[in-house]
């Protein structure tokens, strides 16, 4: 099965930042979306932000100016920029990739999830 490597995670007090790493295999060349999802505990998950090939950023309201996605294409990796965090950002970050497969078929993949603590 195919699996994102995500990294980054970690224990930060309110204010402070972390960057968040996701590297997508060399099998998976044509990738059409970056992003990660979010899951606090005992709520669901939700999408944080994406970077979309040929088009641009996008992010959830609760994230808007804090965090900021961007993408090496060269390494097959996107970054998550989190800034200012807040202690409601406390939760497992899993980072997913949207592609195209080898039958030009739409498919998808995930990280194992990386936990990102703010402490309050």
């Known amino acids: 099965q195919v699996q994102l490597v995500e990294s980054g995670g970690g224990l930060v007090q309110p204010g402070g930042s972390l960057r968040l790493s996701c590297t997508a295999p060399g099998s998976i060349s044509r990738i059409y979306s970056m992003g990660w999802y979010r899951q606090a505990s005992g709520k669901e998950r939700e999408l944080v932000a994406t970077i979309i090939s040929d088009s641009g950023t996008n992010y959830a309201d609760s994230v808007k100016g804090r965090f900021t996605i961007s993408r090496d294409n060269a390494k097959n990796t996107a970054y998550l920029q989190m800034n200012r965090l807040k202690p409601e950002d406390t939760a497992v970050y899993y980072c997913?990739?949207?592609?195209?497969?080898?039958?030009?078929?739409?498919?998808?993949?995930w990280g194992q999830g990386t936990q990102v603590y703010v402490a309050s």
């Open positions: 997913h990739v949207a592609y195209i497969s080898d039958s030009t078929l739409l498919a998808d993949a």
